[in-house]
């Protein structure tokens, strides 16, 4: 049994009580009456709350006609969508709804309360003909052309079209709008799927708690379509219009408000992560390996990068498995998948130079320790930067278990920089608890495992550091057997060390210990 069926069979009960009233309603006489007083309540209830949670904008109403049949067509982020067309449009907003909700306690109650459609998705001739009844009566419809959310049921995120960052189009609401003679209005729908995204529900993969984001919905121009007659409208032309449509709709969004904030175009994303080897003769004496942390972005640790250019000394900064696309792909994988990654490029690496410097982040940390151990007859030194041995979140503990319950959690916060907490912060929002489960598991056997370590160290901690626990830098301190190891000390800075408050120290404290060792 899926979750949300477990959840709507709690929800019988309510959904009795709702429909025998309205039925107690029809019997009466009273319906229609009841069910526009309902309609308004709850709108007026719902406006109340989506301008107080998410300080809702709405944009364009006058591209809206205040009389006469047209077609809204939206963008699908999230299931709260259709809620905030519903509540702010002033007109009565009527929806296209797939047949399988009529199975749904109360949410059919609702749908049935703003006399919307249900269709049979694959083809519903009547259903169709019915929709098009009342638009030539003079309804508004609200239409999601892309069919579903991307990222529910089985459409991956992965099938955006890179030029509007929406699924593609299907010609239904091109198909109805011709048929019925009316213009379709697009909708760009901004920040839903931060608020309440699919991950949340149906799926249930996240704890189901809205976020308090802004929301805006924006009307575009409406579009007319000089066909009278679908026959003649041949497919080449329903699919010229219908990608005209998710232009239209694509240009009133903010990506960057998505659930998984996107750029337009989408480029495929570069996993290989940043390498320079200097044409030299021979190898060179010395090569510098960098690895990001779980959930981070490899900028978080290429700052190193311009030094090393600089200096001439080959490098590698690998992207490790998971990273460097969606969070999704974090999904399954564990520490071993980012050791195997690393040891590759450390290999890689070896083959360019005689001694790996190696520089590991938060995660990477880990990763350069059990190199270190592993490889001493490569690994000449080890550069660590809020190693991830111990996690300030009592919660962390807990991430064995809340994996078999939720798949996905939101990340912490990894910065004390306002400017790169809110504008700049390109780490993942959110990871996969299995995989931060198997890395918290790593933690605990790499502590087994430091009085193995003897590669000269310099650990870098902050005294602020919300994500790892700063004792954690005094613990591998201890306990390594290092002759060579010293801790250098930052007050300000978050998490990420490297593009924090206090980033240009950071990156020089590191610059000038490589220096030291490379003469």
């Given at each position: 049994m899926e979750r949300y069926e477990l959840l709507n069979k709690i929800a019988q009960p309510v959904d009795m009580l709702l429909g025998g009233s309205l039925e107690l309603?029809?019997?009466?006489?009273?319906?229609?009456?009841?069910?526009?007083?309902?309609?308004?309540?709850?709108?007026?209830?719902?406006?109340?709350?989506?301008?107080?949670?998410?300080?809702?904008?709405?944009?364009?109403?006058?591209?809206?006609?205040?009389?006469?049949?047209?077609?809204?067509?939206?963008?699908?982020?999230?299931?709260?969508?259709?809620?905030?067309?519903?509540?702010?449009?002033?007109?009565?907003?009527?929806?296209?709804?797939?047949?399988?909700?009529?199975?749904?306690?109360?949410?059919?109650?609702?749908?049935?309360?703003?006399?919307?459609?249900?269709?049979?998705?694959?083809?519903?001739?009547?259903?169709?003909?019915?929709?098009?009844?009342?638009?030539?009566?003079?309804?508004?419809?609200a239409i999601f052309p892309e069919g579903t959310i991307p990222g529910e049921e089985e459409v991956s995120r992965d099938e955006l079209d890179p030029e509007t960052g929406l699924l593609r189009g299907k010609s239904g609401a091109v198909r109805l709008a011709i048929m019925a003679g009316v213009p379709i209005i697009p909708v760009g729908v901004s920040g839903t799927g931060q608020a309440f995204p699919p991950e949340m529900y149906p799926r249930l993969e996240m704890p189901p708690m809205q976020k308090s984001?802004?929301?805006?919905?924006?009307?575009?121009?409406?579009?007319?379509?000089?066909?009278?007659?679908?026959?003649?409208?041949?497919?080449?032309?329903?699919?010229?219009?219908?990608?005209?449509?998710?232009?239209?709709?694509?240009?009133?969004?903010d990506h960057k408000r998505c659930f998984i904030p996107i750029e337009l175009p989408i480029k495929k994303p570069d996993t290989s992560g940043l390498k320079y080897y200097p044409?030299?003769?021979?190898?060179?004496?010395?090569?510098?390996?960098?690895?990001?942390?779980?959930?981070?972005?490899?900028?978080?640790?290429?700052?190193?990068?311009?030094?090393?250019?600089?200096?001439?000394?080959p490098y590698r900064f690998p992207i490790l498995r998971g990273h460097g696309t969606i969070p999704h792909n974090l999904v399954g994988v564990t520490f071993q998948d980012w050791y195997d990654d690393a040891e590759k490029a450390l290999l890689e690496l070896y083959e360019h130079a005689e001694k790996i410097i190696v520089v590991g982040l938060s995660m990477g940390g880990l990763l350069s320790i059990e190199l270190g151990i592993n490889h001493p007859d490569k690994v000449s030194n080890v550069v660590l930067i809020a190693a991830a041995l111990k996690f300030a979140d009592p919660m962390s503990v807990l991430s064995p278990a809340l994996a078999k319950v939720f798949k996905f959690w939101d990340s912490p916060n990894s910065y004390n920089d306002e400017y790169m907490k809110e504008k700049n912060n390109r780490n993942y929002s959110f990871f996969a608890t299995d995989s931060f489960a198997s890395l918290l598991e790593a933690s605990k056997e790499v502590e087994k495992r430091l009085p193995l370590f003897d590669r000269p160290v310099l650990i870098l901690q902050s005294k602020k550091d919300t994500v790892v626990d700063p004792k954690a830098a005094k613990v591998i301190y201890n306990k390594i057997k290092s002759k060579s190891k010293k801790i250098a000390w930052f007050n300000e800075s978050g998490h990420e060390m490297?593009?924090?408050?206090?980033?240009?120290?950071?990156?020089k404290t590191i610059d000038d210990h490589i220096s030291k060792i490379v003469g």
């Open positions: 309603a029809r019997k009466a006489g009273v319906y229609d009456k009841v069910r526009e007083t309902l309609v308004a309540m709850i709108k007026q209830n719902m406006m109340n709350d989506f301008e107080k949670k998410f300080n809702l904008e709405i944009l364009g109403t006058e591209n809206v006609p205040a009389s006469g049949g047209a077609i809204v067509a939206a963008n699908h982020q999230s299931w709260l969508d259709a809620q905030v067309l519903g509540a702010s449009s002033e007109r009565e907003l009527h929806f296209m709804a797939k047949s399988e909700f009529v199975e749904w306690p109360v949410l059919s109650k609702l749908i049935d309360l703003t006399q919307s459609v249900f269709i049979r998705r694959g083809g519903d001739s009547e259903g169709l003909q019915d929709v098009v009844n009342r638009l030539k009566e003079g309804w508004l419809v984001v802004p929301i805006t919905i924006k009307y575009g121009k409406p579009i007319h379509f000089k066909e009278k007659n679908i026959e003649k409208v041949d497919r080449d032309k329903l699919r010229e219009y219908t990608d005209k449509v998710m232009k239209e709709i694509s240009a009133l969004i044409k030299k003769t021979g190898k060179s004496e010395y090569g510098v390996l960098a690895l990001h942390g779980f959930t981070s972005a490899i900028d978080t640790v290429s700052g190193l990068e311009p030094f090393l250019k600089e200096k001439k000394i490297c593009l924090d408050l206090e980033a240009d120290a950071v990156l």
